[in-house]
């Protein structure tokens, strides 16, 4: 059984789209999209760009309905984009949330 | 059937269009099928980027970010590229979007500054 279990790992190992491979790699560092995302949970939202932050959200969203839609689906891709969607949407919002902080610090300033 | 195939079933009864416009919005990878959009999306991240990299000033750069953006734009240019039938047009929008990482990173090196 583990000799069993070790040659399919080898096998998958040496493989074409192991990890030996950039057909393994590609769809891998996807995910470090939304782990850059956690890494900016409380990033100063003066420093988040709205603009990047917009795409992003667009991007995973219809990367979400990609994955479901290529034969085979690929729920591993759908989750990641998922996630993303997720977080970078928290981070545009908090953005606009500051900017919105802004404006209205600005009028609530007594004019003098 | 869906609003989009409803959608698209209206625009293609029109009978103003051409045949080869036709054609096309009934094309396997149409206007009217999420496979047209993504490249588009992945361009999008080029456009923010180049935005970034003429209007906002070097503190606003994510390093992390652009780290990524860099890194997935090569990885999926060389993907694309070794894909059997090659996929040009995608090595290209990869290898726009890893430089546009690449330049944000520089410029945030070059000011010396970290976060």
């Not at chain 1, 891998?28 to 603009?51: G, T």
């Not at chain 1, 969203?61 to 990609?66: D, E, P, V, Y």
């Not at chain 2, 970010?65 to 894909?83: D, E, K, P, Y």
């Amino acid at each position: 059984m583990a000799s069993k279990f070790s040659g399919m790992f080898w096998t998958w190992v040496h493989s074409s789209t192991g990890p030996k491979t950039t057909h393994f790699w590609a769809p891998v560092c996807n995910w470090f999209f939304p782990i850059q995302a956690l890494y900016d949970w409380n990033r100063d939202p003066a420093k988040i760009s709205k603009e990047m932050q917009c795409v992003l959200v667009c991007y995973s969203s219809l990367f979400m309905r990609w994955a479901l839609r290529i034969s085979p689906q690929s729920y591993i891709l759908f989750c990641m984009h998922l996630f993303n969607a997720t977080l970078q949407g928290r981070l545009l919002i908090r953005r606009l949330m500051w900017e919105s902080s802004q404006q209205k610090a600005i009028e609530d300033k007594p004019t003098n | 059937m869906g609003p989009i195939k409803k959608l698209q079933a209206f625009v293609c009864a029109q009978t103003f269009w051409p045949q080869f416009m036709v054609r096309w919005f009934q094309a396997e990878k149409g206007p009217f099928t999420i496979f047209f959009y993504c490249p588009l999306a992945k361009c999008g991240i080029s456009v923010a980027n180049i935005y970034d990299i003429i209007k906002k000033p070097v503190d606003t750069i994510n390093p992390v970010q652009q780290s990524v953006i860099a890194m997935s734009g090569t990885l999926f240019a060389r993907w694309c590229w070794i894909l059997k039938p090659r996929q040009f047009m995608l090595v290209f929008a990869n290898s726009v979007m890893a430089s546009t990482g690449i330049i944000q990173l520089w410029r945030k090196f070059q000011s010396g500054q970290s976060v």
